[in-house]
């Protein structure tokens, strides 16, 4: 079946450091891979996606590339900023270019300290 | 466009009691899906609806969960008969179709004593 293994948190940085979330997916056939986030007290919002091999998603800062030789998808960030302190969601749909019955990891913890 | 509204967010009910959610979906979205989330895990896929179809159920989705979306636009899920387990966050998200990505309520919190 399909499924999303992130790595375990809570991490914490320090302000300017550089983060990577490393996420690994299993699937048949060709998913679509997304990453959200969910600031304290908020609902889930869309960060980046990827519909298919080798495509870079990337906002605000944060990028992510759909490797399908590795079959992962981590989330990158050069330089952190207090505030992108929340948690960090790796996806997948198992429609190629689309957006369905999204499966999803456990989730990572981010704490930045100014 | 105000986004995915919720209501309640928050509902603390006892067991064996019926409690139902409501999630408008941002306009003219047809797809609409319900996901639960519980402490420490990311969302699980329940339900989702294509206007007002209801196209898969999960299997999580027990004989005491009901969802509708009567004229395709808002949704309301309803447990019957709550239990304990069924404490969570209940997420409500939608898309323009398929080719789209979702975009998330704020949830509703239930917590069932």
């Known amino acids: 079946g399909n499924s999303v293994t992130q790595m375990e948190g809570p991490v914490t940085l320090s302000e300017e450091a550089f983060l990577t979330i490393n996420c690994t997916y299993t699937?048949?056939?060709?998913?679509?891979l997304f990453w959200y986030v969910q600031y304290p007290g908020e609902g889930l919002q869309l960060l980046l996606k990827?519909?298919?091999?080798?495509d870079k998603g990337s906002n605000k800062g944060f990028e992510a590339t759909y490797r399908k030789e590795t079959t992962s998808f981590h989330l990158e960030k050069g330089s952190v900023q207090v505030s992108d302190s929340a948690v960090y969601f790796c996806?997948?749909?198992?429609?190629?270019?689309?957006?369905?019955?999204?499966?999803f990891g456990k989730g990572t913890k981010l704490t930045v300290n100014p | 466009d105000t986004g995915v509204s919720q209501n309640p967010r928050h509902k603390i009910t006892k067991r064996g009691q019926n409690v139902t959610f409501r999630c408008d979906p941002i306009?003219?979205?047809?797809?609409l899906y319900w996901y639960r989330q519980t402490l420490g895990q990311g969302p699980e896929f329940l339900t989702y609806f294509q206007n007002e179809a209801q196209l898969e159920k999960s299997r999580l989705l027990s004989d005491r969960f009901s969802a509708e979306r009567p004229k395709g636009s808002f949704s309301t899920l309803e447990i019957q008969r709550t239990e304990q387990g069924d404490s969570a966050m209940y997420l409500c998200?939608?898309?323009?179709?398929?080719?789209?990505?979702?975009?998330f309520g704020p949830g509703t919190r239930l917590l069932v004593l």
């Open positions: 990827a519909t298919k091999a080798d």
């Open positions: 998200a939608s898309s323009h179709g398929v080719q789209e990505a979702q975009y």
């Open positions: 306009s003219e979205h047809n797809r």
């Open positions: 996806a997948l749909s198992p429609i190629q270019g689309g957006s369905e019955k999204l499966v």
């Open positions: 699937a048949t056939g060709y998913p679509s």
